[in-house]
């Protein structure tokens, strides 16, 4: 606790004793944030941070149409979801109104892992088969079956025998030029192996804008020819939309869409409630029928009145404030200012995403070798200068900058500002 603050120093003890080693916090210096509105948070000492991270309060910290509609209904009735009650059909409708017509049904979940965990069930039932293929540095949950396809967790390195993990669709270190075709022959040959050991295909499962393998949106369609390859192995594609889903990506609700293709299960979290916690997997009927079928499955709390009534909000304010055009819109304006600095700063190797998901990827100046010492050096400066951001990808060396929804261009003008300054001094 040496150098920290005595009101942080002091969570920080109480958090070890209660939490043991579960415990994680960002930064050396632990922030203890008492309070957040719009793309701020404020710590206790009444410093001000721009939330430049944080995609739960996707709308924004606290929207006042998401937090009365959660306190109106928690007011009138909150619980087990055995009854019959308006406003989950309500937002269900909604929702599925967002997919393709084929997408018609969804279960309502508590959290990301678990909306992943019955994807994985429901693609097993409906393939006959048992094996799945994932990112290198994918991170998919923390129950024990979506951990087992969850690489970046792994601390052994070692993948489970029904798993099989490529290389994600990186155009920026791709040597092939091609990155959508290079994707689809390694699920492929992943397919092929995973025959030849007696393993039946089931799915093959991807965070649609790749998030912890390091934010790769680009070239748009480049999931097309992967995606017809599990098809034409009688797999299943799910597509994880807990990061990129609703619209952060912009000119879609959700992410697989920037690539012209169709999932058949679709599993969501984090910004779903805006804080609320709650997720979702979206299917087709004749996927989720035999899963019940066999499981009689059920949530005490998934699409409870008050998740409902969350959820309903957050699309409120999607729609009603115009957020995915903002998210197109900034997020250009955000990566032509950070593109802009490569010319001065050459360890900025890379600046890519797609709406209000940027990566910003720094590498060691004439190479494309990942230069993780700069972007830890970036995420700590930043933080001192009132800009809370984050690293991604397997070594850690790219920025993911992925601020709520509601940023705005003098916000985004402001985070460029920031980050020639912490450039210019490193
Ligand atoms: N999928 C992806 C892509 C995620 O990023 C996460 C959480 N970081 C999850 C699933 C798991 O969600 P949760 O933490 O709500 O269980």
Not at 93 to 108: D, G, I, K, M, Q
Not at 126 to 131: E, H, S
Not at 348 to 362: K, N, S
Request: net charge negative; proline share 5%; glycine share 12%.
């Amino acid at each position: 606790a040496e150098g920290l603050e005595p009101d942080v120093a002091s969570l920080v003890a109480r958090r070890a004793s209660s939490f043991g080693a579960s415990s994680v916090l960002f930064y050396e210096q632990p922030l203890h944030i008492v309070r957040a509105e719009g793309v701020w948070m404020h710590d206790a000492h009444g410093r001000k941070f721009m939330d430049v991270y944080n995609n739960v309060p996707s709308v924004g910290h606290c929207h006042p149409h998401v937090v009365e509609a959660i306190a109106r209904q928690a007011a009138k009735l909150a619980t087990n979801t055995r009854y019959l009650y308006d406003n989950v059909h309500d937002y269900a409708e909604r929702l599925l109104a967002t997919f393709p017509a084929a997408l018609s049904n969804v279960v309502f979940t508590c959290t990301g892992s678990e909306s992943n965990d019955l994807a994985l069930r429901m693609a097993k039932k409906f393939t006959c088969g048992g094996g799945f293929i994932v990112t290198n540095t994918a991170y998919h949950g923390n129950t024990e079956a979506v951990m087992a396809i969850s690489p970046s967790s792994f601390r052994d390195r070692v993948v489970p025998a029904h798993v099989r993990t490529v290389a994600p669709p990186d155009g920026y270190t791709d040597p092939t030029g091609d990155v959508g075709a290079r994707f689809a022959a390694d699920v492929q040959a992943a397919i092929a192996d995973l025959e030849a050991n007696g393993i039946r295909f089931a799915a093959l499962i991807v965070d649609s804008i790749f998030s912890s393998d390091g934010i790769f949106a680009d070239p748009p369609g480049f999931l097309k020819p992967a995606v017809d390859a599990v098809h034409a192995a009688g797999g299943v594609f799910i597509a994880d939309e807990v990061q990129p889903g609703f619209g952060r990506t912009g000119l879609n609700m959700w992410g697989h869409q920037h690539h012209g293709v169709e999932a058949d299960i679709v599993t969501m979290g984090k910004p779903m409630g805006n804080g609320f916690p709650m997720g979702g997997v979206v299917t087709r009927r004749e996927i989720l029928d035999p899963f019940c079928q066999e499981t009689g499955y059920f949530n005490t709390f998934g699409g409870n009145p008050v998740a409902a009534a969350a959820g309903m909000a957050v699309l409120d304010v999607i729609e009603g404030e115009g957020l995915m055009r903002n998210a197109h819109e900034v997020g250009g304006h955000l990566r032509a200012g950070l593109r802009a600095l490569m010319a001065d700063f050459p360890g900025v190797g890379d600046v890519r995403g797609a709406g209000l998901f940027t990566g910003m990827e720094f590498s060691r100046p004439g190479t494309r070798e990942p230069d993780r010492d700069t972007a830890t050096y970036v995420i700590n400066a930043m933080k001192t200068h009132g800009v809370l951001i984050g690293a991604a990808g397997a070594h850690g060396n790219t920025l993911k900058v992925r601020p709520p929804l509601c940023f705005s261009r003098d916000n985004a003008e402001h985070f460029v500002d920031v980050m020639r300054t912490v450039l210019a001094a490193r």
